[in-house]
């Protein structure tokens, strides 16, 4: 069941950590508008191919940019956005957060994200320029919509995300990349140590 304005702000009274901080002119019928924090992460170009089994490859390619004095956007750029807002989701609620409309007919695309029951953080969305032109991002932006839905039934306690060995995103407050862990299967391992072997001539 989403929740709907009377809801949210009843919990976030009962608990402060759901949105935080809390404003009310950012409330809607039904979600609530999240926006960009006060710096974006840019993906720089790796000098060899990127292996998805290779933490190494991926860790380090996040370049900071400070963007109190506004940020250009150019087309087909992509960048990751922490948000201003952290939240606290209980055990029997789900989040998600989608892109708003006028950003969209914009040509700036939000990737849609989703939280599992028990998540907390700050999140970092994507976020691309799909337009021909330089767009200006600035702190404050409301570039998504959170929505919160109620589970029909409580979750087990051992597939809570707070739980899981791979949660690597839990109480995220400074900015994570991604982060792959054992996410790949043993077959995908051996066809990217083959294709490694292929690029590097062993084979």
Sequence with gaps: MVLSDVEIRHLVKENEKLISPFDESKLSAASYDVSIGSAVYEIAAAPNIIML????????RYIKTDISEGFILKPGQ???????????LPDNMIARVMPRTRYTRMGLLLAPQYCNPSYSGTLSLGLSNASPNNVVLVPGLSIGQLIFER???????????????????QDESDFIGAKFGSELSDEADKVYKAMLDRLSGKN
């Design 78 to 88: 992509y960048v990751l956005c922490p948000l201003a807002e952290h939240i606290s």
């Design 151 to 169: 589970l029909e039934q409580q979750p087990s306690e051992a597939k809570l995300y707070r739980n899981q060995p791979d949660s690597f995103y």
């Design 53 to 60: 089994n290779d933490q190494s490859s991926i860790d380090g």
